[in-house]
């Protein structure tokens, strides 16, 4: 498109939080195109500059595109069993341990087509979608095999091109030792290294490769050597760690210059101090604490005190976190961990899109990507304050109006 079509748009008169904090006062927003290119208090905005400009509205709350840096959405079948199950007792861990949990859904995606799991991942995304994301991390994790782990990679990236959001696609495949390998998960890790991390990077199917590191699932060993093998790929790593228990994996991913480590209710000092050193982003999932009644908290004052960013993600999944809005996640981040709702909203904008490697993403600022929620609330912490759908006025991804 030439310069002279590009479409400006104009927001008067709007509360704006830029993706780290809220800005003191009542501001004019321009875009034009795919990008914010001006962005001014209204006390100082020359009504002469908006001429062409499509008036977008007055007042409101205007926030970046939500980035949910955390989501497991492509999968088959249901744990409303394992539901039922937890509430009448038995744990996370003693389901997985009896081959439900993460397995029940490997058979379950194993058995679908691509096109059966984009159908039912459609409206999980759409939702999303319709409460302000504009960026989503999907995870495989549910194949184990290398055909079924680039099955849900082809999904994932499928979704950002029918819909329209940004998908970050990882692989996942040490989430879970799949019953071929049963007594042999170094046999697995190896696959993973050998095959199917080769086989996803050749085919540009993974932005990032991801573990599972806990007693139900990968030692801190074998997961340093699968982010050993995604180095040799140019991959860069994160890790679901310290969720159930404190292994150490954490400082061992930060230590490989992790992008983020994700759950962290177990961490300690030291792997808040290696996360520090390494600039890797702490990724809240309360969703998870939320379902699974956890109750060790993440350690958020120390990661505060220690200037570790914060990013707060849905962690979308059919087992520890059936819960398809980024919003409810704002709250209980503020009820259940004590997150300023800044801090939240932070976590699901600025602070998600590092967690992804996106600088520069998840920001309101000039140059910046045009992808913009405006709000039907009048402050930034109302977002987080109330539950309740139906708040979104309009969306825009990379300058195009999606929803108003
Ligand atoms: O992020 N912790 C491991 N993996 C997922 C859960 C996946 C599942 O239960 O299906 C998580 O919580
Ligand atoms: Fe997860």
Redesign the pocket.
């Known amino acids: 498109m030439s310069e002279t079509t590009k479409t400006r748009r104009l927001w008067r008169d709007i509360h704006v939080f830029d993706g780290l904090r809220t800005l003191p006062e009542p501001m004019a927003v321009i875009s034009e195109g795919a990008r914010i290119v001006s962005l001014v208090p209204m006390r100082e905005f020359d009504e002469a500059t908006v001429e062409g400009c499509h008036d977008m509205g007055r007042g409101g709350v205007m926030t970046p595109g939500l980035v949910d840096c955390h989501t497991?959405l492509v999968f088959g079948g249901s744990r409303a069993d394992e539901f039922e199950a937890r509430l009448e007792g038995a744990s996370y861990e003693e389901i997985a341990r009896r081959g439900g949990?993460?397995l029940s859904?490997v058979t379950a995606t194993r058995e679908a087509s691509k096109e059966q799991l984009l159908e039912l991942a459609r409206p999980r995304l759409e939702a999303l979608i319709a409460d302000g994301v504009t960026t989503v991390e999907i995870k495989s994790g549910y194949g184990l095999t290398v055909e079924d782990e680039l099955k849900m990679l082809r999904v994932a990236r499928r979704l950002g091109e029918v819909l329209p959001v940004r998908v970050v696609t990882t692989l996942l495949g040490a989430?879970a030792l799949p019953p071929e390998f049963k007594d042999d998960s170094d046999g697995y890790i190896d696959l993973v290294c050998r095959e199917m991390i080769p086989a996803a990077a050749k085919e540009g199917l993974a932005d990032a490769v991801d573990v599972?590191c806990e007693k139900i699932a990968f030692s801190v060993a074998q997961c340093e050597r699968v982010f050993e093998a995604a180095e040799a790929h140019g991959l860069p790593i994160k890790a679901?760690a310290e969720?159930l228990s404190n292994l150490g994996g954490t400082a061992m991913a930060a230590r490989h210059g992790a992008l983020s480590a994700d759950?962290i209710e177990y961490l300690d000092d030291a792997g808040i101090q290696a996360m520090r050193q390494a600039g890797s982003v702490a990724v809240i999932?309360p969703g998870?604490f939320h379902t699974l009644r956890e109750t060790q908290q993440p350690p958020i004052a120390a990661l505060r005190e220690a200037g570790v960013p914060m990013a707060v993600a849905t962690?979308a999944?059919?087992?520890?976190?059936p819960l398809f809005m980024p919003t409810l996640m704002l709250n209980l981040a503020c009820t259940l961990f004590r997150l300023t709702p800044q801090e939240a909203l932070a976590g699901m904008t600025a602070h998600g899109a590092t967690a992804l490697g996106l600088k520069g993403g998840g920001r309101i600022q000039e140059g910046a990507t045009a992808d913009l929620c405006i709000w039907d609330i009048d402050t930034p912490a109302a977002l987080a304050y109330a539950v309740q759908p139906g708040r979104l006025r309009q969306r825009l991804f990379q300058g195009e109006l999606t929803h108003a």
């Not at 999944?317 to 976190?321: D, L, T, V």
């Open positions: 497991h949990g993460i859904t989430h599972f679901h969720q759950h999932l998870a962690d999944n059919p087992g520890s976190s």
